[in-house]
């Protein structure tokens, strides 16, 4: 059975300061795919990765991917408050099964 | 507003009460997905269509559960004697599909279910 690992599940940052979010993933799988949730609300796109070695960046995230160690991560440069939100990793193995991980919730503290 | 839309918001029903949902999706998406999400959790997925015919069933999806898509467009999903576990955010998604694109998901904002 698929497992996607997230870890930390829980993220207390500081502002100004790097962090990163690690996604574990069981099973072969060439697409990958980061979503940020706010309470309350649904699941945005963030990234969506494709193939080994792919690296994405939008302003302080940058997400990359190794198909070979089933490790995708999610890099945060200098955190700022409006980045606090819950973000998923997604796996899509087969063409139409994505499995999310259990998020990571990050909270930028002052 | 071209986003996957969903109806109602939030849904209080008793248990043992049948309630139904609606998902529209991205008029061009012939894909469709539910998933449940409960809280502190990543979404679960139910089910899947394309177009109108019906892929794939989670075996988190009980006969309570069934979902429709007629004529490839708008899908709808049926709780039968709602149970208090049936209490979570329920999504929707579309998708063009992988020929289409990237096999990017689209989410709905969703139906919050709870069940007294």
């Known amino acids: 059975e698929l497992k996607v690992e997230q870890n930390p599940l829980f993220l207390s940052m500081q502002e100004e300061k790097n962090y990163t979010i690690y996604c574990n993933y069981s099973?072969?799988?060439?697409?990958l795919y980061w979503y940020r949730q706010d309470p309350g609300k649904s699941l945005e796109s963030l990234f969506v990765?494709?193939?080994?070695?792919a690296v994405k960046q939008e302003g302080r995230l940058m997400a990359s991917l190794d198909t070979k160690a089933r490790l995708s991560t999610l890099h945060i440069t200098a955190a700022v408050h409006d980045l606090s939100a819950t973000y998923f990793c997604?796996?899509?193995?087969?063409?139409?099964?994505?499995?999310f991980g259990a998020g990571t919730r990050l909270t930028v503290k002052p | 507003d071209t986003g996957v839309s969903q109806d109602p918001r939030h849904k209080i029903t008793k248990r043992g009460q049948n309630v139904t949902f609606r998902c529209d999706p991205i008029?061009?998406?012939?894909?469709l997905y539910w998933y449940r999400q409960t809280l502190g959790q990543g979404p679960e997925f139910l089910t899947y269509?394309?177009?109108?015919?019906?892929?794939?069933k989670s075996r988190l999806l009980s006969d309570r559960f069934s979902a429709e898509r007629p004529k490839g467009s708008f899908s709808t999903l049926e709780i039968q004697r709602t149970e208090q576990g049936d209490s979570a955010m329920y999504l929707c998604?579309?998708?063009?599909?992988?020929?289409?694109?990237?096999?990017?998901?689209?989410f709905g904002p969703g139906t919050r279910l709870t069940v007294t």
């Open positions: 099973t072969t799988s060439d697409r």
């Open positions: 008029s061009e998406h012939n894909r």
């Open positions: 997604a796996v899509a193995p087969d063409v139409d099964d994505m499995r």
């Open positions: 998604a579309s998708s063009p599909g992988v020929l289409a694109g990237v096999g990017e998901q689209y």
């Open positions: 990765l494709l193939s080994n070695g």
């Open positions: 269509f394309q177009n109108e015919a019906q892929l794939e």
